[in-house]
């Protein structure tokens, strides 16, 4: 139990564009989901909590209006990488807490996805 | 604001030997301890946890110890195998699971 998956697994673009990535929990409803962005040999810096059916909260320093998440369903959120510049790249990773499983706080991650913006 | 420090950043041990990393976190109404390891490309993997109102835990070759009072909780890992090689991230949750604070990992190399 417990599965997380993030689609896509890496993705290039060219600057400007805007790129959508999808976290789903597959074998459980998650409420809340949570997005960080790891650069390399760093630490996970959580970017936002994402709650469905409601806005996201979203940490100091990130921009709401760059990185759009939704929350649509208690499956699916995604982040959305809007106008994206090289200094986006990175590895963005996505997590869900799943109740009742080991406890109501641990969190189990996505795959990741490896975005690089030329 | 909330943090988490973690100690060393890089440790390497022979293969059957003893890895102690150590964390310490400074909000006191962090609750929950998990340990994720993470190969390089891969998720994070919880390993083990701890919660509050438990001293200490054991799974097999691991175990993790917490110090409420100072704020220290560090992870044990007994008999090395290559296969541990891996980056190790300790972090601290409080308000009910909504936040978690991660530390900086430690690289621990296993040298067969």
């Known amino acids: 139990g417990a599965v997380v998956s993030q689609h896509p697994s890496w993705v290039i673009c060219k600057s400007g564009t805007s790129v959508k990535i999808e976290c789903r929990s597959l074998?459980?409803?998650?409420?809340?989901m949570f997005w960080y962005r790891q650069f390399p040999k760093q630490s996970l810096m959580l970017m936002a909590t994402?709650?469905?059916?409601?806005?996201?909260?979203?940490e100091q320093g990130v921009e709401k209006d760059k990185f759009l998440i939704n929350h649509a369903s208690l499956t699916l959120s995604t982040l959305t990488v809007t106008s994206a510049h090289p200094e986006d790249s990175s590895f963005y990773i996505c997590?869900?807490?799943?109740?009742?499983?080991?406890?109501?706080?641990?969190?189990?991650f996505g795959p990741g996805t490896r975005l690089l913006v030329l | 604001g909330e943090n988490v420090e973690q100690h060393p950043s890089t440790l390497s041990v022979q293969e059957g030997d003893s890895a102690v990393i150590k964390c310490t976190y400074s909000?006191?109404?962090?609750?929950?301890f998990p340990w994720y390891k993470q190969e390089l490309g891969k998720r994070p993997q919880l390993i083990i946890d701890?919660?509050?109102?438990?001293g200490e835990k054991k799974d097999q070759r691991i175990a993790v110890t917490l110090n409420k009072t100072a704020k220290h909780f560090s992870l044990h890992i007994t008999e090395t195998q290559p296969e541990d090689s891996a980056v190790y991230f300790c972090?601290?949750?409080?308000?009910?699971?909504?936040?978690?604070?991660f530390g900086a990992g430690t690289r621990l190399f296993v040298k067969a």
């Open positions: 997590s869900a807490r799943a109740p009742g499983l080991a406890g109501v706080e641990t969190q189990y």
């Open positions: 074998d459980f409803q998650a409420t809340t």
């Open positions: 994402s709650n469905e059916g409601s806005k996201a909260t979203y």
């Open positions: 909000d006191s109404a962090s609750n929950y």
């Open positions: 701890i919660r509050s109102n438990v």
């Open positions: 972090a601290a949750t409080s308000l009910g699971g909504f936040k978690t604070i």
